[in-house]
Protein backbone atom coordinates (compact mmCIF):
# COMPACT_ATOMS: atom_id res chain seq x y z
CA UNK A 1 0.00 0.00 0.00
CA UNK A 2 1.31 3.86 -0.61
CA UNK A 3 1.50 6.34 1.31
CA UNK A 4 0.35 8.39 -1.69
CA UNK A 5 -2.70 10.45 -0.96
CA UNK A 6 -5.57 10.88 -3.59
CA UNK A 7 -5.71 14.46 -4.60
CA UNK A 8 -8.90 13.76 -6.13
CA UNK A 9 -10.76 13.00 -3.13
CA UNK A 10 -11.08 16.86 -2.66
CA UNK A 11 -12.75 18.19 -5.72
CA UNK A 12 -14.16 21.61 -5.44
CA UNK A 13 -15.90 22.27 -8.60
CA UNK A 14 -17.01 18.22 -8.49
CA UNK A 15 -20.50 19.11 -7.27
CA UNK A 16 -20.49 21.99 -10.36
CA UNK A 17 -19.58 19.07 -12.95
CA UNK A 18 -22.28 16.49 -11.51
CA UNK A 19 -25.17 18.83 -11.82
CA UNK A 20 -24.26 19.91 -15.44
CA UNK A 21 -24.23 16.02 -16.16
CA UNK A 22 -27.37 15.54 -14.46
CA UNK A 23 -28.80 18.69 -16.16
CA UNK A 24 -27.76 17.26 -19.52
CA UNK A 25 -28.74 14.02 -18.93
CA UNK A 26 -32.54 15.15 -18.11
CA UNK A 27 -32.70 17.53 -21.61
CA UNK A 28 -31.09 14.07 -22.88
CA UNK A 29 -34.61 12.41 -21.07
CA UNK A 30 -36.43 15.03 -22.66
CA UNK A 31 -35.73 14.13 -26.14
CA UNK A 32 -35.88 10.59 -25.96
CA UNK A 33 -39.05 11.05 -24.65
CA UNK A 34 -40.00 13.02 -27.48
CA UNK A 35 -38.41 10.21 -30.14
CA UNK A 36 -35.80 12.09 -31.32
CA UNK A 37 -32.89 9.31 -31.63
CA UNK A 38 -29.89 9.34 -31.72
CA UNK A 39 -29.09 12.83 -30.97
CA UNK A 40 -26.35 14.37 -28.52
CA UNK A 41 -27.68 17.41 -26.55
CA UNK A 42 -24.63 19.07 -27.40
CA UNK A 43 -25.12 19.13 -31.12
CA UNK A 44 -28.54 21.23 -30.50
CA UNK A 45 -26.54 24.45 -30.50
CA UNK A 46 -25.02 23.75 -33.77
CA UNK A 47 -27.94 22.42 -35.70
CA UNK A 48 -29.68 25.52 -34.53
CA UNK A 49 -27.17 27.65 -35.72
CA UNK A 50 -27.44 25.71 -39.38
CA UNK A 51 -31.35 25.44 -39.33
CA UNK A 52 -31.66 29.85 -38.85
CA UNK A 53 -28.39 30.27 -40.59
CA UNK A 54 -28.09 27.97 -43.67
CA UNK A 55 -24.84 26.16 -44.94
CA UNK A 56 -22.03 27.02 -42.88
CA UNK A 57 -17.90 26.19 -43.43
CA UNK A 58 -16.60 24.89 -40.18
CA UNK A 59 -14.67 27.40 -39.40
CA UNK A 60 -18.36 30.15 -39.57
CA UNK A 61 -19.86 27.46 -37.41
CA UNK A 62 -16.98 27.34 -34.73
CA UNK A 63 -16.90 31.02 -34.85
CA UNK A 64 -20.57 30.78 -34.21
CA UNK A 65 -20.87 28.73 -31.56
CA UNK A 66 -17.34 30.00 -29.67
CA UNK A 67 -15.60 26.62 -30.06
CA UNK A 68 -12.23 25.84 -32.14
CA UNK A 69 -12.02 24.59 -35.60
CA UNK A 70 -10.79 21.24 -34.78
CA UNK A 71 -13.37 20.37 -32.33
CA UNK A 72 -16.28 21.75 -34.18
CA UNK A 73 -14.56 19.30 -37.17
CA UNK A 74 -14.65 16.46 -34.86
CA UNK A 75 -18.47 17.07 -33.63
CA UNK A 76 -19.37 17.51 -37.49
CA UNK A 77 -17.92 14.31 -37.98
CA UNK A 78 -19.68 12.37 -35.78
CA UNK A 79 -23.03 14.54 -36.59
CA UNK A 80 -22.33 13.52 -39.88
CA UNK A 81 -21.83 9.61 -39.07
CA UNK A 82 -25.37 9.92 -37.02
CA UNK A 83 -27.03 11.71 -39.79
CA UNK A 84 -27.95 15.12 -38.60
CA UNK A 85 -25.55 17.13 -41.53
CA UNK A 86 -23.54 16.62 -44.35
CA UNK A 87 -21.11 18.71 -45.73
CA UNK A 88 -20.79 19.96 -49.10
CA UNK A 89 -18.94 22.01 -51.87
CA UNK A 90 -19.44 25.87 -50.64
CA UNK A 91 -20.26 28.28 -53.40
CA UNK A 92 -16.77 29.13 -54.49
CA UNK A 93 -16.09 25.31 -55.31
CA UNK A 94 -13.10 25.53 -52.98
CA UNK A 95 -14.80 25.41 -49.53
CA UNK A 96 -16.59 23.10 -48.01
CA UNK A 97 -20.18 23.29 -46.02
CA UNK A 98 -21.79 21.98 -43.36
CA UNK A 99 -25.63 21.32 -43.81
CA UNK A 100 -28.29 19.76 -42.36
CA UNK A 101 -29.94 16.94 -43.45
CA UNK A 102 -33.71 16.22 -44.19
CA UNK A 103 -34.02 14.87 -40.95
CA UNK A 104 -32.28 17.10 -38.95
CA UNK A 105 -34.31 20.13 -40.85
CA UNK A 106 -37.69 17.52 -39.73
CA UNK A 107 -37.36 18.69 -36.49
CA UNK A 108 -35.21 21.83 -36.47
CA UNK A 109 -38.36 23.45 -35.10
CA UNK A 110 -38.57 21.14 -32.51
CA UNK A 111 -34.95 21.71 -30.92
CA UNK A 112 -35.39 25.38 -31.00
CA UNK A 113 -38.38 24.98 -28.85
CA UNK A 114 -36.45 22.55 -26.73
CA UNK A 115 -33.83 25.69 -26.49
CA UNK A 116 -36.65 28.15 -25.31
CA UNK A 117 -38.16 25.55 -22.49
CA UNK A 118 -34.32 24.98 -21.59
CA UNK A 119 -33.62 28.28 -20.71
CA UNK A 120 -36.33 29.40 -19.45
CA UNK A 121 -36.35 26.80 -17.15
CA UNK A 122 -32.88 27.53 -15.82
CA UNK A 123 -34.20 31.43 -15.55
CA UNK A 124 -36.88 30.19 -13.83
CA UNK A 125 -34.35 28.48 -11.36
CA UNK A 126 -32.11 31.41 -11.19
CA UNK A 127 -35.00 33.24 -9.72
CA UNK A 128 -35.20 30.91 -7.10
CA UNK A 129 -31.96 31.02 -5.84
CA UNK A 130 -30.16 34.07 -3.92
CA UNK A 131 -27.04 34.25 -6.16
CA UNK A 132 -27.61 32.74 -9.75
CA UNK A 133 -25.22 31.04 -11.76
CA UNK A 134 -24.84 33.46 -14.67
CA UNK A 135 -23.58 35.79 -11.75
CA UNK A 136 -21.46 33.25 -10.89
CA UNK A 137 -19.90 33.00 -13.99
CA UNK A 138 -19.60 36.41 -14.66
CA UNK A 139 -17.71 36.82 -10.76
CA UNK A 140 -15.24 33.78 -11.96
CA UNK A 141 -14.34 35.67 -15.20
CA UNK A 142 -13.91 38.71 -13.52
CA UNK A 143 -11.34 37.00 -10.82
CA UNK A 144 -9.70 34.86 -14.02
CA UNK A 145 -9.22 38.59 -15.72
CA UNK A 146 -7.35 39.76 -13.32
CA UNK A 147 -4.82 36.73 -12.97
CA UNK A 148 -5.66 33.73 -15.30
CA UNK A 149 -6.37 30.21 -14.10
CA UNK A 150 -3.09 28.92 -16.03
CA UNK A 151 -1.18 31.07 -13.96
CA UNK A 152 -3.17 30.19 -10.33
CA UNK A 153 -1.99 26.82 -11.11
CA UNK A 154 1.51 27.03 -12.36
CA UNK A 155 2.23 29.32 -9.11
CA UNK A 156 1.02 26.56 -6.92
CA UNK A 157 3.12 23.88 -9.09
CA UNK A 158 6.24 25.90 -8.96
CA UNK A 159 6.52 25.21 -4.74
CA UNK A 160 5.21 21.66 -5.00
CA UNK A 161 8.00 19.01 -5.22
CA UNK A 162 5.85 16.22 -6.59
CA UNK A 163 6.05 18.73 -9.92
CA UNK A 164 9.53 19.04 -9.88
CA UNK A 165 10.65 15.47 -10.02
CA UNK A 166 12.32 14.00 -13.25
CA UNK A 167 10.23 12.96 -16.02
CA UNK A 168 9.51 9.00 -16.44
Not at 15 to 32: C, G, M, T
Not at 67 to 88: D, E, I, P
Not at 97 to 126: D, M, N, Q, S
Amino acid sequence: MSDFIDPTEHAVWRPLRDLQAALDAEVARVYADANIEGLKTTWVQELIKLHVHGPMTITALAGAVGRTHSALSQKVSAMRAAGWVRTVTGADGRTREVELTAKARRIAGRLAAGWRATEAAVAEIEAEIPYPMAKVVRDIEEVLRRRGFRDRITERLAGDPAWEQAEP
